[in-house]
């Protein structure tokens, strides 16, 4: 058992993810803590590096700045889409999440933003792209 969280350690949290305005965007509580490998991609970079030096049972506050979490906000990420274009059973929601395939076959995806006459603007930013976040972690183990 390690003392302290290094690169390539397999950690167990617990967290709180809230935004500058206190708003909870993401929680563990009530569940399950978080598995992840320090280091290997599987979290956004902030939260990776928030966590290296922490000991079992340590509470910490990391505040994560955009450009190590979802990124800056991308305006060129907005796109109209031919109201046409979609198929007629779906009845489209301000709001709503909807995913569509790549020429490679990978998945992206959108928030609809507004539904004109003529099309619908969608936007294929993270809907956390662009803020800070601020993470309260529990570790509750190190392997």
């Not at 994560?64 to 990124?71: L, T």
């Not at 991308?74 to 395939?101: C, H, N, R, T």
Request: no cysteine; aromatic share 6%; net charge negative.
């Amino acid at each position: 058992m390690a003392d302290v969280v290094k690169q390539g350690d397999n950690v167990k949290v617990h967290y709180t993810g809230k935004l500058l305005d206190g708003n909870v965007f993401d929680s563990s509580e009530g569940r399950e803590p978080l598995e992840f490998t320090v280091g290997a991609g599987q979290m956004i970079p902030g939260f990776d590096k928030g966590v290296i030096g922490m000991s079992l049972d340590e509470e910490k506050e990391i505040t994560i700045p955009p450009e190590e979490a979802y990124g800056i906000y991308d305006p060129a990420k907005i796109i109209a889409v031919p109201s046409d274009q979609f198929p007629d059973d779906l009845s489209l929601e301000v709001g709503m999440e909807i995913s569509a395939s790549q020429p490679d076959g990978s998945a992206i995806q959108f928030t609809v933003k507004e539904i004109g006459e003529q099309d619908v603007t969608l936007d294929g930013n993270h809907f956390l792209a662009g803020k800070d976040l601020i993470f309260s972690v529990t570790l509750v183990s190190i392997s």
